[in-house]
Nanobody
């Protein structure tokens, strides 16, 4: 059973940093690709970053490149999203997600439909 619990959200000033964590209570975490998505009020959920099961490959939305870093610690069943140089437009609820599927095509991991399990979300608010 996969249960994803996010933490680390909060209120931060523009230019600041936050690190989000997502922990899985199950036993197969190391087999899953993991992704972070976000949803701002009145907008659709969008892809932020993803990482394959081994951590060898990572993918980022253009808005996250150079500012955000996704990583994982399979020994701790945890995936992280380090967010630096935060902007007010980064304000959203951030969700982590797990995919049990393997795709050779990396673009599949940018799609929310690829993911089977979702966390409850954590609020990130960036003030100007």
């Amino acid at each position: 059973q996969v249960q994803l619990i996010e933490s680390g959200g909060g209120l931060v000033q523009a230019g600041g940093s936050l690190r989000l964590s997502c922990t899985d209570s199950g036993r197969a975490f190391s087999r899953y690709a993991m992704g972070w998505f976000r949803q701002a009020p009145g907008k659709e959920r969008e892809f932020v970053a993803a990482i394959r099961w081994s951590g060898s490959s990572t993918y980022y939305a253009d808005s996250a490149k150079g500012r955000f870093t996704i990583s994982r610690d399979n020994a701790k069943n945890t995936v992280y999203l380090q967010m630096n140089s935060l902007k007010p437009e980064d304000t959203a609820v951030y969700y982590c997600a797990a995919s049990t599927k393997y795709y050779s095509a990396s673009l599949r991991y940018l799609l929310s439909a690829t993911y089977d399990y979702w966390g409850q979300g954590t609020q990130v608010t960036v003030s100007s």
